[in-house]
C-alpha cells in the first residue's frame, strides 16, 4: 500500500512538473521504484495530482488553469465545425502550464480537420494516437504550438481526431459522475462559474 502512495505521489510530480500524460507517468514512477505490480488507475492518479497541486502550486495553478481554458475556448470556437470537446487536464482541472491542450474533434471525413487547419494556414504535425496516449481507440492526433498571451508562452495544442459516431460514448461520465470532456457550451459555463 505504501509502495503505491510513493508510486503516485512520484506520477503525479511526473504530471505537474514535467508534462507528462498519465500513462506515461505511472511508467516513469514505476521505473524508478522498481514497481512490479499493477499500476493505479487514472482516477488515482488525479487524485494525487490534485493533491501535488495544493501543496506545492496552490497559488498560481488557478490562474493558469484559466488561462488555458479561455485559450482552449478560442480554439473550440474557432474548430466549431468539427464538433470539438475539450478534454484532459484543461477540462478536469488539473493543468498547470506544463499542459498541453487536448481537444477531440468528432469528423464525418477523417481529413477534415487537416483541411480547417490548412485553410487558416497553420502549422501542424500529423500522427497516431495510439491506444496507449488516450483510451482504446487508435485516432489520429494533429498537435502545434500557440501562443497564449496570458501565460506569456507557446502552448501544445493537441487534436484528436474522432469518428463521429463516437461521440456518444464519449460524454458517458467517470465512476464518480464527472465528465471527461465538455463542449464549448460546457467550457463557456465553466469559465463563467469562475468569474463568479
Known amino acids: 500500500m505504501r509502495d503505491l502512495e510513493t508510486l503516485l505521489s512520484m ?10 500524460d498519465y500513462a506515461g507517468a505511472k511508467q516513469k514512477a514505476a ?18 495530482v490534485r ?13 493558469e488553469l484559466r488561462a488555458l481554458r479561455q485559450l482552449a475556448l478560442v480554439w473550440m470556437r ?22 498541453a491542450v487536448m481537444i477531440d474533434l468528432y469528423c464525418d471525413d ?12 497553420l502549422d501542424f504535425e500529423a500522427g497516431p494516437g495510439g491506444p496507449t496516449a488516450r483510451g482504446s481507440d487508435a485516432s489520429d492526433v494533429l498537435s502545434l504550438w500557440v501562443p497564449c498571451r496570458a501565460l506569456g508562452e507557446h502552448v501544445m495544442l493537441h487534436l484528436w481526431v474522432r469518428d463521429l ?17 465538455g463542449d464549448t457550451e460546457a467550457l463557456s459555463r465553466l469559465l463563467d462559474a469562475e468569474e463568479l
Open 165 to 181: 459516431d463516437d461521440l456518444r460514448g464519449a460524454l458517458k461520465p467517470d465512476a464518480r459522475g464527472r465528465s471527461w470532456r
Open 110 to 121: 477523417p481529413k477534415a480537420a487537416e483541411l480547417l487547419l490548412l485553410d487558416q494556414g
Open 31 to 48: 521505473r524508478a521504484l522498481r514497481h512490479r505490480g499493477s499500476l493505479p488507475d487514472n482516477e488515482a492518479l488525479e487524485d494525487a
Open 11 to 20: 506520477a503525479a510530480a511526473h504530471v505537474v512538473d514535467d508534462g507528462l
Open 78 to 99: 474557432r474548430l466549431q465545425p468539427l464538433r470539438p470537446h475539450l478534454a484532459g487536464a484543461v477540462w478536469r482541472g488539473t493543468a498547470t502550464r506544463r499542459s
Open 51 to 63: 493533491e501535488h497541486i495544493a501543496v506545492f502550486h496552490a497559488e498560481e495553478q488557478p490562474a
